[in-house]
Every structure is written in structure tokens, then in C-alpha cells.
């Protein structure tokens, strides 16, 4: 599988915009979000296979909005591909998107609260 990086670079998008099964780091960047399609839009949507040990990491990168946006905007989610030719969707369990953001700067609010799991950032 290929691993792809990114350095110092420009993203924008609007919903769901760093997506897909591949692998990749951005680090350095700037990651702009535009208003959404969508009310509640994610930029980031993941979707790895089990077997995949990697999926988005994103380093030392700053996110940004548009002026104009407004509402929520989540950081991201996994895309569960459950039908279609390119489905390995078992019982749930796969694809499961994987995504790690360190020494960033969000540009906004992030919570979590009482979570569980291999994802718990707690």
C-alpha cells in the first residue's frame, strides 16, 4: 500500500475532505475548512481495512476556517464503506478509520467526555 506525505501545504475543503483508505501525513500544514454542503460537516473521514496498522496522521499543522462558516464542525469520523464492490465490511468491524492529530493547533473547541475504547483520547 502506498504511504503518502505531505510538507507544508495548503488543504481546504468542505466536507469530508481528507478522506479514503490511504495512508498519509501532513505535517506542517494548513488544513482550511469552508462552509459545509452539509450542516454538522467533518474534515476528516478515514476509512482503513483491518489489516492496515496506519491511516491519517497529521503533525505540527494548524486548522483553519473560513470567515463565513458557521455551526459545527466535527474533526472528523470514519467512513464505513458497509455495501458495495470495494467493501471489506465484516460484522461491523472493518473498515474502521484510524486518524492521529499531535502538536497541532485546531483553531477551535475539541471536547471529549466520558469515552471508552481504543479510540479514548483520555
Known sequence: ????????CYVEGDTDF???RG???????????????????AILAPS????????IFIINSTFTRSGSTSGTVFLGHAWDESVGPLSNYVNGTSPNGQAV???????GRFYEFNNTGAGNGG
Open 48 to 55: 482503513m481495512v483491518a489489516s492496515n496498522s496506519y491511516g
Open 1 to 8: 500500500m502506498a504511504h503518502h506525505y505531505f510538507k507544508s
Open 18 to 20: 481528507i478522506f479514503g
Open 101 to 107: 492529530i499531535r502538536d497541532s493547533v485546531p483553531g
Open 23 to 41: 495512508t498519509a501525513m501532513f505535517d506542517g500544514c494548513e488544513i482550511k475548512y469552508l462552509t459545509a454542503r452539509k450542516s454538522n460537516g
